[in-house]
């Protein structure tokens, strides 16, 4: 029995060692693959030199590119030059990105270098970081000194995105001025190895408790719950071993790939980094300047382009205009009579109302001496009346008797005309009752005639006597189609005769005044096509043509005395209603008739010190900024004299990280 015994103990605990010895090999082999990334790293890093400068301190980073950007800064209190060195040239979000700033000043007659520009010594410099909307990210970062009359400062953004640091300086003699730069930062990469060596861990540990659970499962003589006692210790000793071991990896490889960036080398060492500008020509502004953007910079600056072709422009001569409603389409409400204006439920100002709809009443109350006389004016109605219907009255008697009459005479020669038959009564007596009758007939007639007109009669008077009323009401009907645009009184309000009450409006279709100098009509008259925009309506631009989309109505036949100037009227839709009566809009009147012309991008031309320039994409990495001659300007393009070709492609986005990057901007 005791040899039973000490077999089944032998043989749990052999389970359980296999186990634990599994679990043990398990974590070995897992700590080994934790620790292989440290150890490379340590020996690449083991014959460096630590008392070397910062910038050798990691040797085995690679040597990332440099951004370099300029920032010419003219105030008061002189004219300095700012001039930035960044690495990486795509920072990351979580990575610290490195900033450097050399400051120089223009000294007349100074024998520090080319131009005079000798460095500020002494220099406070301090910097924030701030969204490319304004939003305030980092305030007052405190820099450290890199060389003489230059800065450096270390910033790690949180997020992705579009930002601008700017640095503040003070000079040791109390001058101050500031520049900032664009930066844009991306999402770094995901880095798997965390994520693979986090599931390891999981399933390492999970594994471990299960198996030991299930090596004391399997006892027949041990119950669940003892099991699970005995397996708390090792699931202690799991959870503690998943703690590390993950911290351990967030310490070597966090989740986020993370990158070796060697550090920013002195201004000396930048002049020789990816990203660098020729000066070009001064005499021209620097026309000429080639700049060379890498490809990863290019995208992270969204660099957009256009080519340069030829183009039928709307453009030539650009006139100042106004919004006018149409002459038909608008009308004044005036009442025919003084009295009180009563208006329909739901007219109001922006109440929109149809061609010959009532839109209220007018009610004219007469005075006392008027009310007066409509009394008298009265009494005699009602007097006439009552004669009236005495006149009726006697009529209808004389109708009646008429009528008797012809009764009698019908029966005299009935009696007649049988007597006629028997021999008894001559001819002559049958044709005198008929005469009576027809006597009588023509009696009957006229009496019920005048007794007709007679009723006719006493309906006017008493249709007069209903007339005659203190109070008289006129309607007030719409002439146009349109809108209420303005209402002058209120309901209930008493008025005068021809007094404005509103004034409706139909802006479906409006008139464009222009007023354009004499001087100019000989293009005008020549033109059929034009284009405008209104303040009211920024960023668009609407074309006149004979299309369909408005067209020219008529050219004034008087000069303005005072102004030499001629009303040219376009008629153009407004189906939405945003062009509005006095607006004012800038119109361009095309001169330049059907022909094409080499035309840029409006967005592509920027503007300095009175010179215009754009850059020219010249294939690969490199920009060339050139200057340009411009000729006439439309909504989108303008003309190009001279400075460009057919064919080549012009920058229109990203042009403000161009400007940072070239020298003098």
């Known amino acids: 029995m005791k040899a039973y015994f000490l077999r089944r103990v032998l043989g749990r605990a052999s389970v359980r060692g296999r186990t634990f010895l599994a679990v043990l090999s398990a974590a070995l082999i897992f700590g080994v693959l934790l620790t292989a990334p440290t150890l490379r790293t340590a020996d690449a890093n083991g014959d460096d030199d630590h008392g070397a400068p910062p910038q050798s301190a990691s040797k085995g980073a690679s040597a990332a590119p440099i951004r370099t950007a300029e920032r010419n800064v003219q105030t008061e209190a002189g004219h300095f030059k700012v001039r930035l060195r960044q690495t990486p040239t795509d920072p990351r979000a979580g990575e610290e990105a490195q900033f450097a700033v050399d400051l120089s000043e223009q000294v007349e007659g100074g024998f520090g270098g080319a131009g005079g520009m000798l460095p500020v010594e002494g220099a406070t410099v301090t910097a924030r970081v701030m969204t490319a909307a304004g939003q305030a990210v980092a305030d007052k970062l405190a820099t450290h000194a890199e060389a003489v009359g230059s800065s450096g400062v270390d910033y790690a953004f949180r997020s992705s995105g579009e930002y601008k640091i700017i640095f503040d300086a003070r000079t040791s003699d109390g001058r101050q001025f500031s520049a900032d730069f664009p930066v844009s930062v991306i999402s770094a990469p995901t880095n798997w190895f965390f994520w693979l060596g986090l599931a390891a861990l999981g399933l390492v540990s999970a594994g471990a408790i299960f198996g030991y659970y299930n090596s004391w499962k399997r006892d027949d003589a041990v119950t669940a719950n003892v099991a699970a006692r005995k397996t708390v210790p090792v699931a202690i000793a799991a959870l503690v071993f998943f703690g590390l071991g993950t911290a351990a990896l967030a310490y070597y490889a966090p989740p986020r790939e993370r990158r070796a960036i060697a550090h920013l080398p002195p201004a000396s060492a930048s002049e020789t980094s990816e990203t660098a500008a020729s000066s070009g020509d001064p005499a021209l502004g620097g026309s000429g300047a080639t700049i060379t953007i890498p490809k990863e910079s290019q995208l992270l600056f969204s660099i957009r382009t256009e080519p340069v072709a030829e183009r039928q422009i709307a453009g030539g001569l650009k006139v100042a205009g106004t919004v006018r409603a149409r002459p038909d389409a608008q009308a004044v409400i005036s009442p025919p009579v003084s009295g009180r204006v009563l208006f329909n439920q739901g007219v109001t100002i922006g109440t929109g109302v149809g061609r010959g709809q009532r839109i209220g009443t007018i009610e004219q109350i007469l005075g006392a001496p008027e009310q007066a006389g409509l009394e008298a004016q009265s009494i005699q109605l009602r007097t006439a009346a009552l004669e009236q219907q005495a006149r009726q009255s006697e009529q209808n008697a004389l109708a009646q008797q008429a009528r008797t009459r012809l009764t009698q005479a019908g029966r005299e020669l009935q009696r007649a005309t049988n007597l006629l038959e028997v021999g008894a009564a001559p001819r002559r007596r049958v044709e005198e009752a008929q005469t009576a009758v027809r006597l009588a007939e023509q009696e009957v007639a006229s009496a019920e005639q005048q007794s007709r007109v007679a009723a006719q009669q006493v309906r006017v008077a008493q249709e007069g006597v209903a007339s005659v009323d203190p109070v008289r009401t006129f309607p007030l009907v719409s002439p146009v189609t349109g809108i209420v645009s303005e209402l002058k009184v209120t309901s209930g309000q008493q008025v005068e005769a021809g007094a404005q009450l509103m004034n409706i409006v139909n802006l479906t279709t409006v008139f ?19 284009s405008y925009t209104a303040a009211g309506i920024p960023g668009e631009v609407y074309r006149i043509s004979e299309s369909g989309d408005g067209r020219l109505v008529t050219i004034g036949q008087t000069v303005d005395s005072q102004t030499r100037t001629v009303p040219v009227i376009y ?95």
């Open 571 to 665: 008629e153009v839709p407004n189906p939405l209603k945003r062009l509005r009566e006095g607006m004012f809009v800038e119109i361009a009147i095309d001169t330049t008739g059907s022909q094409t012309v080499l035309s840029v991008p409006k967005q592509a031309v920027i503007t300095e010190q009175g010179r215009t320039f754009v850059f020219v994409f010249k294939g690969g990495e490199t920009y060339e900024k050139r200057v340009v001659v411009l000729g006439a300007e439309g909504q989108d393009f303008y003309e190009v004299k001279s400075g460009l070709q057919a064919g080549e492609r012009v920058v229109t986005e990203g042009i403000y990280q161009l400007r940072s990057t070239q020298p003098g901007a």
């Open 512 to 530: 464009l005044e222009a007023q354009v100098f004499e001087r100019d009509l000989a293009a005008v008259r020549e033109s059929r096509r034009a």
